[in-house]
Nanobody
Framework: QVQLVESGGGSVQAGSSLRLSCAPS????????MGWFRQAPGKEREFVAT????????YYADSVKGRFTISRDNPTNTVYLQMDSLKPEDTAVYFC?????????????????WGQGTQVTVSS
């Protein structure tokens, strides 16, 4: 079974930075667009960012635009989410996901593979 494995979460103060990483346990995702979603306590999972499989285009939710940066390194099959100027409202479990095709993909139902999530907690 293919798994996406996230890492890099943690507890930080507001204004700090974190970098999340996501890599598959098996197979390559070189022809998959990749995305990051998050789910805060008591809320539905929401789109955060996505990157096309070529890595040429990126798209962000308005709430993170200008603070988060998604990138990918196809030779190592790793996707990153650089999160700067973190706010308490960024506290959530962050999931990476893979969707076949160039992208962009914004909806959860477009993604075939999901990670288990990594917790990000931002205190004020």
């Amino acid at each position: 079974q293919v798994q996406l494995v996230e890492s890099g979460g943690g507890s930080v103060q507001a204004g700090s930075s974190l970098r999340l990483s996501c890599a598959p346990s098996r197979r390559t995702f070189n022809r998959y667009a990749m995305g990051w979603f998050r789910q805060a306590p008591g809320k539905e999972r929401e789109f955060v960012a996505t990157i096309t499989w070529t890595g040429e285009s990126t798209y962000y939710a308005d709430s993170v635009k200008g603070r988060f940066t998604i990138s990918r390194d196809n030779p190592t099959n790793t996707v990153y989410l650089q999160m700067d100027s973190l706010k308490p409202e960024d506290t959530a479990v962050y999931f990476c996901a893979a969707a076949y095709g160039l992208g962009p993909h914004y909806g959860e139902d477009e993604y075939e593979y999901w990670g288990q999530g990594t917790q990000v907690t931002v205190s004020s």
